[in-house]
């Protein structure tokens, strides 16, 4: 580093401290903005993408497991003709149905005396999987029984941890009362967890006797599930019933993007203004050094320095700004993330080295902006006026 | 210099602030610029700074014609054959004595052995051995002004250029740079021009060139300004007669003020 450059910069304390921090803060935000979509990205699409489910069917309009707009028949002529091809399509190694219905329950922590069930309310995905296939089901129990009896529920562990619900106590959905019997992992969609019932307990407690939300389908291995699911789409189609199918991938983006599409328009515009924020502080005070030390670069332009050298004495001064602030702030990120949910449930970090490399060349063009106007500033200073007094 | 002119401007509002001026000075030698405001001197200064490019004229500093030289190699010429000394020091603030005495050796880059040996023999023959790692503003007047010396002289350049270099100097300071000057023509064998207002420099110079409307006129009689200082022409000047010797001002004010009271004026200025 040139030593004009950095005397400069290290000098006045009070300066560069609030353009690092300039810089900090706009990095923290960017990064931390960043970090926060890519967690919700990974929560949000992870139970789809982590299932045992190779191939997911439902009726026609049903894009997303989060809003699970399907509906589809498991009894009567439809029905048994559906099974009757699953069942025949040797590609298929299992399949099962599966019902999945976003509700409200309670964590029951008492009973009044009217036989009311009082308790917090909380927000679930309440899933019915067929115990032999487990096709759908809990993608890890780390807690308790794997598989619930009738009655019986397994919750995922962020809706324990967030509620203080623990193995034996009660939970109330879909108008009845069951028994935590464990815990699992990978269930966790930030607005709501997941909880596994039967499928038969599903439907009885639900009112879908006779009916279902979706097919899983696990394929043979070697067997694409997109041939499979287009080759089922066209057998439906011929017998005018109205099905879509979705492999695990498009089913877990088409979920990712039922939320993230509604974010992402707001995240741009925080991160464009984060993004502001750098430039201007930095900018500011490096334009005002700039201008507060003209003199001294007239003077080094009198004594026989080049314009180039002054350039890059300020770009210098802008990259170490720059990459102050970028450890300080990704540093933050990183340091908060892990400590951030268990806080504040919906704030799950996940910074990616990637996104850490992208915010650093975010960095880099920051630090680029905020040096252009001084440099310009530099470039029209007269050597002539240190003649004067 | 030969034929040099400098011209502002053009057709009826066109200011000669240099006008077809020759002039010549050799290592060893110290030349004082003197004139009125307005006379061209800073022109001059800036012209044979290679800072300022002449209308006409060509202008050579040890053998190499630098008005044929491109923008470009300009900055060359003024940090490897020029050191300029300023009225205002004109020192780097966050950099300590030593460090703006190297800077312009090594161009900012990281420290060189050589640089540093350099930049402190200097500073140790200006007196300043026990100030090599002050920052500018602890330093006094004198002090700054001797770091800004050092570093005129750090790339051993032939041509030393001195603008008003003890303006803002107390009257002893101000003697010792000139002082040191003047030693650094002498003994250093350089050339140095010093453009200035002060009578005092007049005692160390070879010769003074009299700069009056953009021309060196030659054979000037000139005075200090009793009240002012200033050296002022004597033709033409405010004159007035006091004990048997004719004094001269720079201007009507001064005249005033020293009919007022000539003894305490000239007390005053003894002192």
Redesign the interface.
């Known amino acids: 580093m ?4 950095r ?2 910069l290290f ?2 304390w009070t300066r560069l401290v609030i353009s690092v921090g300039g810089v900090a803060l706009s990095v923290f935000l960017i990064s931390l903005l960043l970090s926060l979509y890519r967690g919700w990205d990974e929560k949000v699409g992870g139970f789809v993408e982590h299932s045992n489910v190779d191939l997911w069917l439902g009726s026609e309009g049903a894009e997303d497991f989060l809003t699970a707009a399907s509906l589809l028949p498991t009894e009567g002529k439809e029905a048994e003709q559906a099974k009757e091809y699953l069942n025949a399509y040797p590609s298929i190694d299992q399949w099962s149905p599966m019902i999945v219905r976003l509700m409200q329950g309670v964590r029951v922590d008492r009973i009044s005396a009217t036989e009311e069930k009082i308790g917090s309310k909380i927000d679930i995905h309440f899933i019915g999987f067929d115990p032999n296939t487990r096709l759908g089901g809990p993608i890890e129990v780390i807690e308790g029984r794997d598989t619930p009896g009738p009655g019986e529920v397994i919750i995922d562990e962020k809706l324990g941890d967030r509620h203080g619900i623990g193995i034996g106590d009660t939970l109330r959905a879909g108008g009845r009362d069951w028994t935590v019997v464990g815990k699992s992992r990978g269930g966790d969609f930030i607005a709501t967890q997941t909880v596994f019932v039967s499928h038969a307990e599903a439907q009885a407690a639900l009112r879908m006797q006779g009916a279902t939300t979706f097919y899983v389908i696990k394929v043979r291995q070697g067997v694409d599930p997109a041939q499979l699911g287009a080759a089922l789409e066209d057998q439906a189609a011929r017998n005018e019933a109205p099905i879509v199918t979705h492999t695990r991938e498009e089913f877990a983006k088409s979920t990712r993007d039922r939320v993230t599409s509604n974010v992402l328009p707001i995240l741009f515009v925080v991160l464009g203004l984060a993004f502001i924020v750098g430039v201007s502080v930095a900018g500011l005070t490096i334009y005002t050094a700039t201008i507060e030390k003209a ?2 670069y007239g ?8 314009n180039t ?1 002054l350039y890059r ?1 300020v770009f210098e001064q802008s990259a170490v700004t720059a990459l102050l602030g970028f450890a300080v702030g990704i540093g933050l990120t990183v340091g908060i993330g892990p400590f951030a949910s268990d806080y504040v449930p919906q704030f799950v970090l996940f910074t990616r080295w990637q996104d850490v490399l992208l915010v650093a060349g975010v960095t880099v063009v920051m630090a680029l902006i905020a040096a252009y106007i001084p440099v310009r500033r530099l470039g029209a200073i007269d ?2 006026s ?4 | 210099m030969t034929q040099v002119t400098k011209t502002y401007g053009g057709g009826d509002a066109a200011v000669h602030a240099l006008d077809d001026v020759d002039f010549n000075i050799e290592a060893g030698e110290v030349v004082v610029v003197m004139g009125p405001s307005g006379a061209g001197k ?1 022109t001059f ?2 012209i044979a ?1 290679a ?2 490019t002449p209308t006409s004229g060509t202008v050579e500093i040890s053998g190499v014609n630098i008005t044929a030289l491109s923008e ?1 190699e300009l ?6 054959r ?1 050191g ?1 000394v ?3 020091f ?1 020192l ?4 300590s004595a030593i ?1 703006n005495v190297t ?2 050796m ?5 420290k060189s052995r050589g640089a540093v040996n350099r930049a402190s023999e200097l500073m140790n023959m200006l007196g300043l051995g026990h100030r090599l790692k002050s920052l500018p503003r602890n330093l006094s007047g004198g002090e700054k002004q001797r770091v800004a010396i050092a ?1 005129a002289l750090a790339n051993n350049p032939d041509l030393i250029l001195a ?1 008003e270099p003890t ?1 803002n100097l107390d009257s002893k300071r101000g003697r010792e740079v000139m002082q040191l000057l003047r030693q650094i023509a002498f003994e250093m064998h350089k050339a140095v021009v010093i453009v200035s207002h002060d009578h005092r420099t007049r005692e160390i110079a070879s010769r003074i060139a009299w700069l009056e409307d953009g021309t060196f006129r030659p054979d000037v009689a000139t005075d200090r300004d009793p009240v002012c200082q200033r050296v002022v022409e004597v033709q033409g000047s405010p004159a007035f007669s006091y004990e048997s010797r004719s004094y001269y001002f720079c201007s009507t004010q001064c005249l005033e003020l020293f009919k007022a009271d000539p003894a305490q004026q000239l007390a005053g200025k003894r002192q």
């Not at chain 1, 003077?299 to 080049?306: H, N, P, Q």
């Not at chain 2, 090594?106 to 990281?110: N, R, V, W």
Request: glycine share 6%; net charge positive; charged share 30%.
């Open positions: 040139l030593l004009v450059a005397k400069n000098s006045e003199r001294e003077i080094l332009k009198a004594v026989g320095f080049r050298y004495v050597p002539v240190v003649f004067k007094g | 800073t200064l800036t700074g800072l300022l470009k900055p060359d010429v003024r940090r490897e020029i300029f300023f009225q205002s004109n780097l603030e966050a950099l460090e800077l312009v090594t161009e900012g880059s990281p570093r603008d303006a």
